[in-house]
């Protein structure tokens, strides 16, 4: 038979009437996780007929439950209580001190059929709170954030059927488990935890009229869920579309900063829509609730090991307060330090933009057009070095009046020497509103204008220096090239040791741009399915198979028309009639060109034929070998693997 | 001599192989009127003195590679020597040269040259 509980004592407890040590039913138990690290309580308590789960339990007090003398269904005295009211009106009551004075046994169950507590039926908006911060179960009244859903208290008496039943359960609306944040804004008390059915840790969000507590984004990181950043934005790019073998899709990324760090976010497909047009570049946001993942360094140049990904349940809400906010983290390296730097290094720099030249169109390897400008910057080091802006940057920058640009997140090549290159990711600013401008201005004006300065992309002019990636042979294989999908492309220094004689020219059809293959009819013309057309003649074109040799390995390569007449020294004309005319001396052309050595430069990449994948190199230029060259390299090799 | 022995440096590093086999790479710069002796300039600028066991028949310029001994007063006795012609192929670079040869000196484990000629 248990102890009667005190009648009333949840209204009193709730209104902050004094009451004496009133006894009542622990109905539900839920320990929440606490930023303090320790671990902090809260219980739902019943007087029989009404319940109130805005109970939190004193620290002090936590051996409680831990040695389980406080669990479900047992009955206690609570002695000393404070009743404390939040920012938005809701009740917390903290049981200061309190008593088991029965266990769970001998009171049978839930006594009586408590009715969750209604101040007038009406559950305050889910808060931050000075106290004690409580589950948003929130129904009409709270303003919602961005991703707030509400789940509604009241949904929760209809599950109370049976006993066994916790209240506590706030079945939010079934179809949505959606979690929601709050975010205390005092270290001491933790979020409590509105947890939907079935999971136990999900974060709820509070509405955004909330100060939430805002973490630095250098403490992010993929194990925490529960966390807000105030953050501006640095840099933000256009939204783009891809299309792989995986799918497609479209995404758009940008880069914030606060004054722990930066971070680089990023929102695919949906949050596009979502988001793109929201985000301004140089605001100040409150970012919550996405996904932390390692940074891909391939495609972030940004000082943070991870990287963000928004997804439906992101939240993102302008923020008023920016003063603290810094407008970019650089880290401008001198122009005359380049030199010391790595290739492919990612740096910023600063500099005044001597000269810009006019924007150019090209087209790359992978027959892209694109537009470019070069700009001479100089600063206050004396030197000078050549940055390259691709593509709409290329386009809108204006260089006129000699302005301040700082780039932020340029690559540094050993094109020409040293030379800088933007990246996708850069971020461009011209006469930028920070301290080293205005210092670079006034060096210039008084005295830069006049300095004869060197430039560090004319001096090492190699023309072979572009971008060449030297390996050896035995480099192919070992480092598993053109395994990926992309091609990849590598220069060697190799010996030509075999060449196929048989096949290795082809009848090509005899129209100007038309390279394929004709095959002879019946009638003695030459048809091209291409051209869908037949011809008289045809033109000999060279298909060449060599085994190409180094110190270390060799490699089987195919070489077309071009790079086989550099080889062979003939046109494929002239090879085609002396195959047809004088055997001995088609044999011989083959016989001098083996055992040559040039300069082979290459791609490497997986194909796939019938179902078979085989790697293929395929020689795209033939040059003789420079040797001094080869033997400054082979030096400057010899020295670093010396150290 | 066999010219397979002499091991190839320049300037620094005549004292270190008096009365040893050397061969040396140079610019010739000053002809002695006698035609006996010159002096080269190896790849770091520095000058070696080179005596001639015979006269020097014909004008000498340009880079000369010379083998003989290292006298110990840091002269080279030059035993032969061989012109490289600057009319043909690629000028010979001397820096490039000495880079060279500091770093088979600096690895002479890597460059077993004396032990690559026996037998």
């Not at chain 1, 386009?395 to 933007?422: H, N, T, W, Y």
Request: charged share 25%; glycine share 4%; hydrophobic share 35%.
């Amino acid at each position: 038979m248990s102890i009667p509980l005190t009648q009333g004592a949840i209204e009193a407890l709730y209104k902050g009437l004094p009451i004496k040590n009133p006894l009542l039913q622990l109905l539900n138990i839920r320990q929440m996780t606490s930023n303090s690290g320790l671990p902090r309580f809260r219980l739902m308590m019943s007087d029989g007929q009404h319940a109130l789960s805005s109970f939190l339990l004193t620290t002090q007090l936590n051996h409680l439950p831990e040695q389980k003398l406080l669990v479900q269904h047992c009955i206690c005295m609570l002695k000393k209580v404070v009743t404390s009211t939040l920012a938005d009106g809701r009740t917390a009551v903290t049981v200061m001190d309190m008593e088991v004075v029965q266990s769970p046994e001998e009171t049978g169950g839930r006594i009586g059929n408590p009715t969750p507590y209604n101040k007038d039926g009406q559950m305050s908006s889910p808060a931050k709170k000075s106290s004690a911060t409580l589950e948003p179960d929130s129904s009409s009244a709270t303003a919602p954030g961005p991703s707030h859903r509400s789940t509604s208290f009241s949904r929760s008496n209809a599950a109370q059927s049976s006993p066994t039943n916790s209240p506590m359960k706030v079945s939010p609306m079934k179809d949505t488990i959606s979690p929601m944040k709050v975010s205390p804004k005092k270290e001491a008390n933790s979020p409590m935890k509105f947890s939907p059915a079935k999971d136990t840790n999900s974060p709820m969000k509070a509405s955004s009229s909330s100060p939430m507590k805002v973490f630095p984004i250098s403490t992010l990181n993929p194990y925490q869920s529960k966390w807000t950043i105030r953050a501006r934005v640095t840099n933000k790019s256009n939204v783009r579309q891809w299309s792989n073998s995986r799918g497609e899709g479209k995404l758009f990324s940008f880069e914030v900063v606060d004054e722990s760090g930066e971070i680089k976010i990023t929102a695919f497909n949906n949050e596009v829509d979502k988001f793109f047009s929201l985000l301004e570049q140089g605001k100040v946001y409150y970012i919550s609730k996405a996904t932390l993942k390692v940074a891909n360094k391939q495609y972030s140049t940004l000082k943070n090991d991870y990287e963000m990904t928004l997804h439906a349940h992101s939240s993102i809400v302008p923020c008023e307060d920016n003063q603290s906010i810094p407008t970019m983290n650089c880290n401008f390296v001198q122009i005359e330090e380049l030199e010391n730097r790595d290739k492919d290094a990612v740096i910023d720099v600063i500099g005044i933009c001597k000269k810009a030249e006019d924007v150019s169109r090209i087209t790359t390897r992978n027959s892209r057009e694109v537009s470019k400008r070069a700009l001479h910057l100089i600063d206050s080091s004396g030197k000078e070095v050549t940055a390259t802006l691709w593509g709409e940057e290329a386009e809108k920058f204006d260089g006129s009046g000699q302005p301040v640009v700082a780039i932020k997140g340029a690559r540094l090549s050993d094109f020409g020497g040293r030379s800088l290159s933007a990246l996708f990711s850069s971020t461009i600013m011209v006469n930028p509103d920070i301290p080293e401008a205005f210092r670079l201005r006034a060096w210039y004006d008084r005295e830069g204008y006049a300095v004869n300065s060197q430039s560090l992309t004319e001096r090492k002019s190699t023309n072979s220096g572009s971008r060449m990636n030297w390996k050896t042979l035995s480099d192919v294989k070992n480092e598993n090239m053109g395994h990926e999908e992309k091609a990849e492309y590598f220069s060697c220094l190799a010996t030509v040791v075999y060449m196929r004689k048989e096949n290795c020219l082809y009848q090509a059809c005899p129209s100007a741009d038309c390279n394929k293959k004709v095959l002879i009819q019946h009638n003695g013309l030459y048809r091209c399915e291409k051209c869908n057309r037949e011809f008289s003649e045809f033109k000999y074109r060279f298909l060449l198979s060599a085994n190409l040799a180094d110190f270390g390995d060799n490699q089987w390569v195919t070489c077309f028309q071009e790079t086989a007449e550099v080889l062979l020294g003939h046109s494929a004309q002239t090879l085609g009639q002396l195959r047809e005319t004088d055997e001995a001396a088609f044999d011989e052309v083959f016989q001098k060109a083996n055992f040559r050595t040039h300069i082979f430069k290459n791609r490497v990449k997986l194909e796939t034929y019938n179902d078979e994948s085989r790697v293929k190199v395929t020689v795209m230029e033939v040059l003789p070998v420079d040797h001094r060259e080869y033997s400054r390299r082979l030096l400057s090799n010899i020295r670093r693997l010396a150290f | 001599m066999k010219k397979e022995e002499a091991s190839r440096i320049n300037c620094s590093m005549l004292l270190q192989h008096i009365n040893q086999a050397v061969c040396f790479v140079g610019r010739v710069s000053k002809v002695h009127p006698s035609g006996k002796t010159f002096t080269a300039v190896d790849g770091e600028g520095k000058t070696v003195t080179v005596e001639l066991n015979c006269c020097l028949e014909e004008e000498l310029s340009g880079v000369v590679e010379v083998i003989g001994l290292v006298s110990n007063k840091g002269v080279l006795m030059a035993a032969t020597y061989n012109l490289l012609r600057e009319d043909r192929g690629t000028p010979f670079d001397l820096e490039l040269y000495n880079e060279a040869l500091k770093v088979i000196h600096d690895f002479p484990q890597h460059y077993p040259f004396e032990a690559a000629v026996s037998g």
